[in-house]
Nanobody
Framework: VQLQASGEGLVQAGGSLRLSCVAS????????MGWFRQAPGKEREFVAH????????EYADSVKGRFTISRDNAKNTMYLQMKSLKPEDTAVYYC??????????WGQGTQVTVSS
């Protein structure tokens, strides 16, 4: 499956942003999906997970209560609604099947920058 994340932006602390992830090549509904992020100088980390039907979601402790993952399988699209953004949320955000598997190509992701 090919995935394209979008929605990059520069926001002030406390602001909101919504990221989108559109799938092509294969239907998104086949996959449990996740959002991941990588800040400068740090390793990529898990942000949020959603099952293929959308019935179960999980979040990293650092974003719990502020971020909401969702999906619209009819549109082959997944979302990440981010609220109360903090400077430490600054990172490149990636969408991927979860788990991504060793052959998954991460692509360029989408940049989120939160200013203090």
């Amino acid at each position: 499956v090919q995935l394209q994340a979008s929605g990059e932006g520069l926001v002030q602390a406390g602001g909101s942003l919504r990221l989108s992830c559109v799938a092509s090549g294969r239907t998104l509904r086949m996959f449990n999906m996740g959002w991941f992020r990588q800040a400068p100088g740090k390793e990529r980390e898990f942000v949020a997970h959603i099952t293929s039907s959308g019935g179960i979601t999980e979040y990293a402790d650092s974003v719990k209560g502020r971020f909401t993952i969702s999906r619209d399988n009819a549109k082959n699209t997944m979302y990440l609604q981010m609220k109360s953004l903090k400077p430490e949320d600054t990172a490149v955000y990636y969408c991927a099947p979860n788990p991504p598997g060793s052959r998954f190509s991460w692509g360029q992701g989408t940049q989120v920058t939160v200013s203090s």
